[in-house]
């Protein structure tokens, strides 16, 4: 199908080339001796000829080894926007970063519609303090345009030594040209869970990310105050994921019973469903959980679980829409294959993968827009074809708008500071709202 459309094209610009190639006899025909090979030898064999046409045609020298490795990038790339092969280089680094510090910019990408997309950036990071944000479609890199980049490329050149500087061109929904956001790359720390009293019986618990340690802290400081607990508010906004067991935990501690999520893939090791331990210390505290576009993976995971369960109102923004399951499979010493193998299954049976979860109460982080578009409501192609256009625009005209950084205040009074933000924030207090009412529901009952 591929040899058929690309000579098609070929021949439609009408440059002979079409002509050229029918006169050179590259595959052999098929006969009744061949017919009756084996499908799968059958494939293989044809891999093996394209590889040998490319060896001996292509209009550049390309050793056999190259033309492997770039099929089995070009394979593994085209499965999903997830799946990708590692070479030694990506490999080594994917494994461990033991020589030196490696600096980032702490944000988390993925690819959306074909783009290399911003999850979400991470509170207090140098991405964060830069301006960036959830939804960010990253066009360059330094100048080096991300069409067609894996995402292992766009994060092997993101990262860096610490007080490196890079530079980010982005599309934003919301901004009518391209923006250049300047960062300085540094060892990026992150406190994942933060907790403070909002009000009197109310307390603000946000997860940044699902590290080794999230279900420890979120429980502790609940427990801290569970004497006086009468609401939760879960802020999940801008949390690109982390270990499936924190994201498990988490629900456990809210939900006593049933299945919390599941995940299906064709292999019977990979089916597995996880279900409530049956101790939910908090069962019957009333929950509100903020979610926005960069609620990603294991956030999607805690906050369509509560909902399933009818154990909390999800309040925000559409989330990411990142549920399925990659593993890494060594293939030698050198590299080795990322590969998607299963997909998450809330307790209710939907999926998360391309959906993401839908709050209950849809409410944009500042002005009002449409609920149903989550900022890449287009076709996949749509959309590339309108980012080639705004990289023919850089191209002629270098003067892109500059983000301007985040002003960070040094207040020492770090909690009290938080509190009199959540004040201004249109989503907090939609959730808080929604909490108040569930506690004066309980209390009637």
Same mark, same amino acid.
């Given at each position: 199908?591929?040899?058929?459309?690309?000579?098609?094209?070929?021949?439609?610009?009408?440059?002979?080339?079409?002509?050229?190639?029918?006169?050179?006899?590259?595959?052999?025909?098929?006969?009744?001796?061949?017919?009756?090979?084996?499908?799968? *030898?059958?494939?293989?064999?044809?891999?093996?000829?394209?590889?040998?046409?490319?060896?001996?045609?292509?209009?550049?020298?390309?050793? @056999?080894?190259?033309?492997?490795?770039?099929?089995?990038?070009?394979?593994?790339?085209? #499965?999903?926007?997830?799946?990708?092969?590692?070479?030694?280089?990506?490999?080594?680094?994917?494994?461990?970063?033991?020589?030196?510090?490696?600096?980032?910019?702490? /944000?988390?990408?993925?690819?959306?519609?074909?783009? *290399? %997309?911003?999850?979400?950036?991470?509170?207090?990071?140098?991405?964060?303090?830069?301006?960036?944000?959830?939804?960010?479609?990253?066009?360059?890199?330094?100048?080096?345009?991300?069409?067609?980049?894996?995402?292992?490329?766009?994060?092997?050149?993101?990262?860096?030594?610490?007080? %490196?500087?890079?530079?980010?061109?982005?599309?934003?929904?919301?901004?009518?040209?391209?923006?250049?956001?300047?960062?300085?790359?540094?060892?990026?720390?992150?406190?994942?869970?933060?907790?403070?009293?909002?009000?009197?019986?109310?307390?603000?618990?946000? /997860?940044?990310?699902?590290?080794?340690?999230?279900?420890?802290?979120?429980?502790?400081? #609940?427990?801290?105050?569970?004497?006086?607990?009468?609401?939760?508010?879960?802020? @999940?906004?801008?949390?690109?994921?982390?270990? *499936?067991?924190?994201?498990?935990?988490?629900?456990?501690?809210?939900?006593?019973?049933?299945?919390?999520?599941?995940?299906?893939?064709?292999?019977?090791?990979?089916?597995?469903?996880?279900?409530?331990?049956?101790?939910?210390?908090?069962?019957?505290?009333?929950?509100?959980?903020?979610?926005?576009?960069?609620?990603?993976?294991?956030?999607?995971?805690?906050?369509?679980?509560?909902?399933?369960?009818?154990?909390? /109102?999800?309040?925000?923004?559409? %989330?990411?829409?990142?549920?399925?399951?990659?593993?890494?499979?060594?293939?030698?010493?050198?590299?080795?294959?990322?590969?998607?193998?299963?997909?998450?299954? #809330?307790?209710?049976?939907?999926?998360?993968?391309?959906?993401? !979860?839908?709050?209950?109460?849809?409410?944009?982080?500042?002005?009002?827009?449409?609920?149903?578009?989550?900022?890449?409501?287009?076709?996949?192609?749509?959309?590339?074809?309108? *980012?080639?256009?705004?990289?023919?625009?850089?191209?002629?005209?270098?003067?892109?708008?500059?983000?301007?950084?985040?002003?960070?205040?040094?207040?020492?009074?770090?909690?009290?500071?938080? !509190?009199?933000?959540?004040?201004?924030?249109?989503?907090?207090? %939609?959730?808080?709202?929604?909490?108040?009412? #569930?506690?004066?529901?309980?209390?009637?009952?």
């Amino acid at each position: 199908m591929r040899k058929s459309v690309i000579f098609g094209a070929i021949a439609a610009i009408g440059i002979g080339a079409a002509i050229y190639t029918s006169q050179i006899s590259l595959v052999p025909t098929a006969n009744a001796a061949n017919a009756e090979i084996d499908p799968k *030898l059958a494939a293989f064999a044809r891999y093996t000829k394209v590889v040998g046409i490319v060896q001996k045609y292509y209009v550049e020298d390309i050793n @056999l080894s190259d033309i492997v490795t770039k099929s089995l990038q070009g394979m593994l790339s085209n #499965l999903d926007a997830h799946s990708s092969y590692l070479d030694e280089k990506q490999y080594k680094s994917l494994k461990v970063e033991t020589e030196g510090e490696f600096g980032g910019l702490g /944000i988390t990408v993925g690819m959306k519609n074909g783009a *290399l %997309t911003v999850i979400a950036p991470i509170e207090g990071t140098p991405a964060y303090k830069a301006g960036i944000q959830a939804g960010d479609v990253i066009l360059k890199i330094d100048d080096k345009s991300t069409l067609n980049m894996t995402i292992d490329e766009a994060v092997n050149l993101m990262r860096g030594k610490p007080k %490196t500087k890079i530079e980010l061109t982005i599309v934003r929904k919301s901004e009518a040209k391209p923006l250049k956001v300047g960062i300085t790359r540094e060892i990026i720390n992150i406190q994942s869970v933060k907790s403070y009293k909002v009000e009197d019986g109310i307390m603000y618990v946000s /997860i940044a990310s699902f590290d080794k340690k999230v279900v420890e802290n979120v429980s502790k400081a #609940l427990s801290e105050n569970k004497s006086n607990l009468k609401g939760v508010v879960l802020d @999940l906004r801008n949390d690109p994921g982390g270990l *499936l067991d924190q994201a498990i935990g988490v629900v456990d501690l809210f939900v006593e019973k049933g299945v919390i999520v599941s995940q299906k893939g064709r292999v019977k090791e990979e089916n597995v469903v996880y279900e409530a331990s049956g101790k939910a210390p908090f069962k019957d505290i009333p929950v509100a959980v903020l979610v926005n576009a960069g609620s990603a993976s294991a956030s999607e995971i805690v906050s369509g679980a509560l909902q399933d369960h009818k154990r909390a /109102i999800i309040v925000g923004e559409k %989330t990411f829409g990142k549920g399925s399951v990659q593993v890494i499979l060594p293939i030698d010493a050198t590299d080795a294959v990322r590969l998607t193998v299963a997909r998450y299954y #809330l307790p209710s049976g939907r999926t998360i993968q391309a959906v993401g !979860v839908t709050p209950d109460i849809i409410m944009p982080a500042a002005k009002i827009a449409d609920p149903v578009d989550d900022g890449f409501s287009v076709k996949e192609a749509d959309l590339k074809k309108h *980012l080639t256009g705004e990289l023919e625009k850089l191209n002629k005209d270098s003067n892109a708008a500059k983000v301007q950084p985040k002003t960070v205040s040094k207040d020492s009074n770090g909690t009290n500071q938080a !509190v009199e933000t959540l004040q201004k924030d249109v989503q907090f207090q %939609t959730a808080l709202g929604v909490v108040k009412a #569930l506690v004066i529901n309980k209390q009637a009952k």
